[in-house]
Structures are given as C-alpha cells and as structure tokens.
C-alpha cells in the first residue's frame, strides 16, 4: 500500500509500505476513505516527540471501509462504514470500565499515563495511523462505529479528534449557566471549544488567537468576540479588563506545546529529545481565571515538567481539570449535536490534498499558509 512515513525531521514521504494484516482475532483491517492532518501531528513533524521512529506513519483522524476482520471481531462487516476514535484501547480494564478510554492500561507498554493513540509515535504505543491507504484497528469490537447514514464523512472525520477534543474541553470546564468563557487557540479544537460553550449554557465567549483567518473563523462559525494577542501589551491584563477584573469564570485551553517550538524547546526536543512544550498559554489561563474558577486543558503537551504557576493556581483556589479525549464517551451527545447543526466541525476544514502531497500539506499546514485552518488527507487507495 502506499503510505505517510516519516524520514526525520521535517522529512514525510509516500512510500510503499507492507499492507497491515490481522495480527489478533480481534482485529479488523480498514480502508481509509478520508484523514486529516492534527495540529499535534505537528510535533511529531517537526522532531519534537519522543520515540518517533523512521518509518512510521501518522495519522490519528480517520474513516474508513472495513476491509478484513479477524475471527473474533462480532460487531463489525466487511464493507461496514465506519468512524475510529483516536484512542487504542481494550474497553475491559479498569478505566475503560469508567470510561476513560484515554487512559487505558492494557494498550500502551511505553508509558503509564496515556493509552494507545494511532500514529503517534512509539510513546503512544508504536501504533501505525491512518495517513494511509489501509490501517490495522485493534479491538474492533469496541472502538469503532458504523457511520450515521445522515453524517456528512467531513463532520466524521473531525469527531474523530479535533471536534471531540474541542467539547470535551468544554465539558471539563463545568460551565454553569451565564459563565464567561475564554478559549485560548482558534485551531479546530478552540473553535469547537467556543461553539460548544455555548450549548454548555455560557453567557460570553471570548477566543483569544493571532492569526487574522483564525480569529474571522472563531467570529463567524463560533460567534465569539475576539483578542488578537499580537495587539495586545498584556493579554492576561486584558481579559481581567474584559471582565470587571475578576478573571473569566473558565478558561480552556486549547493550544498545548506551540508546535513551531521556541529555541530552547528545539534544543530540549529535537537534541535530547525532551519536550515538554512552552507554558506560555496554560499561565495566561492561570492568571486569566477569576478566583475559584476552573480551568480545563485539552492542548497536547509533551512528557516532562513544564515552568507552570502551580502556586498561583493553588492559592487562587482553581481547579483544573485535563486530559486526553475518551472520544467515544463524548459521541452520543454530540451526534446529535452535529445531526442538529449546533456543531458544525466541517466547517473549518479549509485544505484537502490527496495522499501524494501530503508533504506539501504538512508545510502549508505548519508554516499557517493560505488560510489553512484544518487539512484533509484523500488517500487513494485501490
């Protein structure tokens, strides 16, 4: 098949690639009909993660046709449609029973926090992803779903991740009615994050970004008000002006290590392979947080330590609440949701390219060139 894989730092290539093959009966093999290209696939392009091996292929937002299935998978057909969440797990352990399908204990060898993720290097598990013609879905039975009839395969796509990281950040804000909500990042994620505020009962919602077509998006898909932090002195000064100087009642934060990196995270990540992502957003939330209020961060960060105000956040009384997505926990609800047009997640999907120039589409999307908000990836898979 033909397939991303990675060569080194910023070096992506279509190559052929031995095709998966079922490797446990509970396997299913899947033909990719559509993927998209995540801001956090950044970090792995551009050097900055951990364990990320030549060879391997990216991609954790994808859907696709069921193409094989091993003897043991019930719930799915060859030919079934379906939508798979970013997270590998086993739906048996302890916190798969809870739900927590983010932090599954049976997927990942590599580490003990995170679960297994698709394509996101070996400290996720070495699971290869979607950026692909076909891909190899473990746990079949559990962690796939067939496609709505009445799903748009866009909307699919994105609720694969960027939509489903996006609610869930609001979720974990524990938004009461009339909140004032500030999303810091108007990638896909903030602008889910903005919409899904207001479902959540917000009074106001404030997106905070820099780029010009992000911040429009954030306006017109969302209908947030906007700060351009380039514009401003002191962006936490700013949103304490915004709101009787209180602070905002929930921030979420939706930008994680800057996927550019500064100079010294290109020394700690690219060097000794260190990452652990700058600060710089998660302290605006911090100090841009009134007194006991929550703040909820759903942006990708690296492995080690990061220079955080835990003491500020202690002796403002705030509670912070953060993880990976348990997507599929977050899908009935927001089925609906997208059935009924409250979210509209393939509205920022500004790019598509098919698998050939994906190298192409990674730079377009890291270098933030014309408009490129969301990518999709048409493999072309025979």
Request: proline share 5%; charged share 20%; glycine share 10%.
């Amino acid at each position: 098949m033909r397939a991303m894989t990675y060569r080194g730092p910023y070096k992506l290539r279509v190559e052929e690639k031995d095709r998966p093959r079922v490797e446990h009966p509970n396997d299913a093999i899947v033909k990719v009909q559509l993927a998209a290209i995540c801001g956090s696939d950044l970090h792995l392009y551009h050097g900055m993660m951990p364990d990320t091996r030549i060879g391997h292929t990216f991609g954790h937002e994808f859907i696709g046709v069921v193409d094989e299935v091993g003897p043991s998978v019930q719930n799915l057909a060859v030919g079934d449609r379906v939508m798979v969440p970013f997270n590998v797990f086993c739906g048996s352990c302890w916190f798969c029973a809870r739900g927590l399908y983010s932090n599954c204990h049976n997927v990942n060898p590599n580490a003990t926090a995170v679960g297994g993720i698709y394509g996101y290097s070996h400290t996720t598990g070495g699971y290869d992803g979607g950026q692909a013609e076909y891909v190899r879905v473990p746990f079949a039975d559990v962690g796939p779903v067939k496609i709505p009839d009445w799903m748009h395969d866009e909307d699919a796509v994105l609720l694969t991740d960027a939509a489903a990281t996006g609610y869930f950040g609001a979720q974990l804000g524990e938004i009461a009615e009339g909140d004032t909500v500030v999303v810091l990042g108007a990638g896909p994620v903030g602008l889910i994050a903005a919409q899904s505020s207001w479902l959540m009962g917000a009074g106001r919602v404030i997106v905070v970004d820099h780029l010009p077509h992000r911040l429009e998006k954030a306006r017109t898909m969302a209908h947030a008000e906007t700060l351009d932090y380039d514009e401003l002195d002191d962006v936490v000064l700013e949103l304490k002006k915004q709101t009787d100087f209180l602070g905002a009642d929930v921030v979420i934060e939706a930008v994680g290590a800057e996927a550019d990196g500064n100079a010294l995270m290109h020394v700690t990540g690219t060097k000794l392979k260190l990452q652990g992502g700058s600060p710089v957003a998660l302290n605006w939330a911090i100090d841009g947080v009134r007194k006991g209020g929550t703040v909820s961060v759903v942006g990708a960060y690296g492995p080690i330590p990061n220079a955080v105000k835990f003491g500020d956040a202690m002796n403002k009384g705030l509670t912070l609440r953060m993880n990976q997505t348990p997507v599929k926990r977050q899908w009935p609800r927001m089925f609906e949701h997208v059935r009924n047009g409250h979210l509209t997640p393939r509205e920022m999907v500004t790019h598509r390219f098919p698998l050939e120039h994906i190298a192409e589409a990674y730079h377009v999307f890291s270098a933030k060139l014309d408009g490129c908000i969301k990518p999709l990836i048409l493999p072309s898979a025979s």
